[in-house]
């Protein structure tokens, strides 16, 4: 039997070696990591909801390869933030049904350092392999072969902002029994200046422009939402746990 | 510093106070207005290039200024609620919502009736237009999520801090906005840009600004009041209140 | 006065679809709001009243209700 | 003194649950938190673990703030609330893992999976540790959350209704849990919807918070 083998020495030197943050921040890491590939079915959704919305744009409009080209870095953008949008329902609410959210927050740790563990684990397996699958997509939409590039590099800095302005959203709502709807609501305004750099930078990738600043100002919008998001996600999955 | 920031969020110190100043915002406010309506419609000289459709802008403008004011008001409560929690601010903000939000689209549909005889269409995807349309969005979302929770304090914090995060975006979106409308070569025609406008033409402009902001005032403090009722009505003097009618305070 | 008279106020130089509906919906609007809180205001004390009326009607008052919560 | 509370009082959608609450809790204390559903026992434990910092009045940990040491108060409580705060996907001893690498002071992975062992074992799961949770019993289940009590390092445990969904056996195992852990001069705070003559019939060491459902707590102790 080990009930009560602390000893109260333990607790006034526990001040001087706390648990490191790396650790609790690698631990949850792991473990979301972990959990996400014990749903293997799951973690493929985003992409075939990608996959699905691509090939229904051409199917909507016509399967003439010069128009496609020129909407197609619009087309990818778009379809590839829905999916994010999707998954991101998930990021918290099954933490939150089964108490683990909980007692995340209550570990030593700053809530934001942990939360962020979590939005890395969820870009990891949605904003990555969107980006990395992106390209085939872009073929059957014939974007020139000399964009693929820029369009990847978008889309992995793209969707981890998304990711990240995302998990606010995610954690405001994840409380409320129908929330799902109302956080599209909440974060596709949030969304537009990463969709209009994200497009727009593929666009004149095509034309052939300058892109180094667009690509530092999106590396810009990323480091700014890894700032505030994760502190600000902190604080809404605090309230939404008392409510 | 404290006695006073907690003086000013006593709910009861605040409908005392209040109650001295609103008629007076809502008579200046209405009197501006009107005066600055009249002026505008019947007095100001028709625009050389546009004629009388560019009286438009005595409406168009202040309910724009209005719709960005209202969230920047709505950013300030959220902080003073977040931060020493003190519900008034909570309140105001709340009161203030619906009102931006009915700016906001008094703009853009001011915007798109002006839209039609300038440049012959009701939308374009101006980026002053396109922002204001984001912005919209964004209030409906506050207003939303705050009637989303069970509870009102759970809906009043979500609601503050998605405001926060809408203030810390609405620069970079009509930042982002503009770069996509020069990107695509769109209208570059601004409605507001004109090279100096004369004395008769601005001056009504400026009263229907100085109006529209007073009524605001009075608007939003006049929600906050029933807002106070609505949530203490077993509150000793909202009771005495009720009791002596309209006049006791 | 910019025009010469009432009725071409009233047409605006053929203006007038677009300038009365844009006046309309946005003072329009400002009206609706001042009325709907005061009208609001109204009800709300009114209701109080009848509270108070339905509360001293019972014998037993809540102690608690009287706080005041800032 | 361990957890002291100064004029601690909450209030909710214009109600107060509890105000000028003044209540010490002091090492190797036995406290039990009673009162009707609704009077604020969940709100009252939720604020003491340091969850809910929408309260008036100060919180006092070793007579500091909770604000200012929110790190060495949080590496030293252990909360149960009503969610049992386990991941069915996740193996126990991997759940148990999660939970200690936050906890636990930096060490090696090693020794931090050799106490969560020892803990799992501590609960009767010996031999379940690799098997996924959504396998396990209820009971079972409703031990793994329980097997935090077995890690053995915090010394205030603030438990919510650890009694509900456990067999007769489970509830006097909790009970000698509890009380070992006070003897060893850890403090305890529960809630249970239990008759006050159900739980610790043998111990004289309980003492009561009572909530009388009209925004009145009394203490007795």
């Known amino acids: 039997m080990v009930m009560g083998a602390f000893t109260l020495s333990d607790e006034r030197t526990a001040a001087g070696r706390l648990p490191g943050l790396w650790q609790g921040f690698a631990a949850t890491l792991a473990r979301d990591c972990r959990l996400r590939f014990r749903r293997r079915s799951e973690l493929a959704n985003p992409l075939i909801f990608f996959a699905l919305v691509v090939t229904l744009f051409p199917l909507g409009l016509a399967p003439d390869s010069t128009l496609l080209a020129s909407i197609a870095p619009g087309l990818l953008w778009v379809s590839a933030l829905l999916a994010v949008l999707l998954s991101l329902d998930g990021l918290f609410r099954d933490d939150f049904d089964d108490g683990t959210l909980e007692q995340l927050l209550l570990a030593p740790q700053p809530a934001g350092v942990l939360v962020l563990a979590k939005i890395v684990a969820h870009w990891l397996t949605t904003g990555l392999p969107l980006a990395l699958i992106s390209p085939l997509l872009a073929i059957m939409l014939s974007l020139p072969g000399h964009s693929m590039g820029v369009l990847m590099i978008t889309l992995l800095l793209g969707s981890a902002t998304l990711s990240l302005i995302g998990a606010i959203g995610a954690a405001l709502t994840v409380g409320l029994r129908r929330g799902g709807v109302l956080l599209s609501l909440l974060i596709l305004p949030l969304y537009t200046p990463v969709l209009i750099f994200g497009a727009g930078t593929v666009r004149l990738a095509i034309e052939g422009a300058v892109l180094t600043p667009w690509l530092a100002l999106m590396g810009a919008m990323l480091a700014l939402s890894l700032l505030a998001a994760p502190w600000a996600a902190g604080a809404a999955l605090k309230l939404s746990l008392d409510g | ?249 | 006065m910019a025009f010469d008279s009432l009725a071409d106020f009233w047409a605006m130089n053929g203006y007038a679809v677009y300038v009365w509906p844009a006046f309309a919906v946005v003072l329009g609007s400002l009206v609706a709001f001042a009325l709907a809180s005061v009208v609001e205001q109204r009800r709300l004390l009114r209701h109080v009243a009848a509270l108070e009326r339905r509360e001293a009607r019972r014998p037993g008052r809540t102690a608690a209700a009287d706080e005041e919560v800032s | 003194m361990q957890l002291d509370t100064r004029k601690l009082g909450c209030e909710r959608d214009e109600r107060w649950l509890f105000h000028d609450l003044d209540w010490q809790i002091g090492p190797g204390e036995l406290w039990r938190v009673e009162g009707p559903n609704g009077a604020g026992k969940t709100t009252l434990l939720r604020i003491l673990s340091g969850q809910m910092a929408d309260y008036t009045g100060t919180l006092l940990w070793h007579g500091e703030p909770l604000s200012h040491c929110r790190e060495t108060f949080m590496a030293s409580m252990l909360y149960i609330g009503h969610r049992p705060g386990v991941k069915k996907a996740l193996t126990p001893l991997e759940n148990l893992d999660w939970y200690q690498a936050m906890r636990a002071t930096k060490g090696r992975a090693r020794t931090r999976r050799d106490t969560c062992f020892q803990a799992l074992e501590a609960v009767g799961l010996a031999g379940f540790e690799d098997t996924p949770v959504a396998h396990l019993s209820a009971g079972q289940q409703r031990r793994v959350a329980l097997a935090r009590l077995a890690l053995g390092h915090q010394s205030l445990w603030v438990l919510d209704e650890p009694f509900t969904a456990i067999d007769r056996e489970g509830v006097r195992q909790l009970e000698t849990w509890m009380m070992t852990h006070c003897q060893a001069g850890g403090s305890v705070i529960v809630t249970s919807h239990h008759d006050s003559g159900e739980l610790f019939p043998s111990s004289d060491v309980l003492k009561n918070l009572r909530f009388d459902g009209h925004g009145g707590v009394h203490i007795e102790r």
């Open chain 2, 1 to 249: 510093m404290w006695p006073i920031i907690h003086k000013l969020g006593s709910p009861k110190w605040f409908y005392t106070m209040s109650g001295r100043w609103l008629p007076f915002l809502w008579g200046s406010g209405a009197l501006l207005i009107i005066a600055g309506s009249v002026w505008g419609l019947a007095f100001a000289p028709p625009d050389y290039q546009q004629g009388d459709s560019f009286r438009i802008i005595y409406v168009h403008v202040p309910a724009a200024i209005l719709a960005q004011s209202c969230f920047a008001m709505m950013a300030v409560c959220s902080v003073i609620f977040l931060v020493w929690r003190i519900k008034l601010a909570d309140m105001a903000a709340g009161a203030a919502a619906p009102f931006g939000a009915a700016m906001t689209f008094s703009a853009l549909f001011s915007g798109a009736l002006w839209g039609v005889p300038t440049w012959g269409t009701w939308w374009v995807w101006d980026a002053r237009l396109t922002s204001m349309l984001l912005m919209l969005f964004i209030y409906l979302g506050i207003m939303a999520l705050r009637g989303a929770f069970a509870s009102r304090d759970g809906g009043a914090r979500a609601a503050a801090i998605l405001t926060l995060v809408g203030v810390i975006n609405l620069p970079i979106i009509k930042y982002s906005v503009v770069w996509w409308n020069t990107l695509h070569q769109g209208a570059t025609f601004s409605i507001t840009e004109k090279p100096a406008m004369p004395a008769s033409m601005w001056l009504p402009l400026l009263l229907m600004v100085l109006g529209f902001y007073l009524l605001f005032a009075a608007v939003t403090i006049a929600r906050t009041r029933n807002e106070i009722i609505r949530r203490q009505p077993s509150a000793r003097w909202v009771r005495a209140l009720a009791q002596g009618g309209r006049n006791g305070l």
